[in-house]
């Protein structure tokens, strides 16, 4: 009998250690995953992420501004911190000929002003500004223009505001198309 009674105990004392922390958990904000009654989040944002990527193309993905890109897959990338804040990303193929550059940096303005522009466009020569909508649903409201500059020629610059940044995406002039190709499959996520 003394044997039942020291099970029954057992027992007793560990269904009030489980049901007492049931309770304790109940309030944290993981006891639904880790009991497996909510979806896996990580699953979801995988499926939100998700995106088909068609021959030819490579996916890049920037966890820290939160966007990512189809480009051309003969592009390598290669990311610089410029420090305070701005990074430049250059996409480029290996002999050179083909490539475009995203300069990102804090911006603290609503709008592009022409006073920006002329600072950070060297050599001026701005031509043809007008606003443009860019991205996968286009839902990025953009100016684009060219620019004249002395190192590299004519360009086709895409400037676009997004979170407290301003986005610079520069290609050759003659590579016009074939960024407005690239510009379409932005995705701020």
Not at 155 to 177: K, N, Q, S
Request: a negative charge; glycine letters at 6%.
């Amino acid at each position: 009998m003394k044997m039942n009674v020291n099970k029954i105990i057992f027992f007793a004392t560990l269904i009030v250690i489980v049901v007492a922390s049931l309770i304790f958990f109940a309030g944290k904000d993981d006891i639904s995953t880790t009991f497996g009654i909510q979806e896996n989040v990580e699953n979801t944002e995988t499926e939100i992420r998700a995106r088909s990527i068609p021959d030819g193309a490579a996916l890049y993905e920037n966890k820290h501004f939160d966007f990512s890109l189809l480009y051309p897959e003969e592009l390598q990338v290669k990311e610089f911190d410029e420090k305070n804040g701005s990074w430049t990303i250059v996409f480029e193929d290996s002999a050179m000929q083909k490539g475009f550059q995203i300069f990102i940096l804090p911006y603290e303005e609503e709008e592009i002003t022409m006073e920006r522009i002329q600072i950070d466009v060297q050599g001026g020569g701005i031509k043809e500004p007008k606003e443009a909508l860019v991205g996968e649903n286009e839902d990025i409201r953009a100016l684009i223009f060219w620019s004249e500059g002395s190192i590299l020629g004519e360009t086709r610059e895409v400037w676009f505001i997004h979170g407290g940044f301003l986005y610079e995406v520069t290609a050759p002039a003659e590579l016009d198309v074939w960024l407005a190709e690239i510009m379409k499959t932005w995705r701020f996520e």
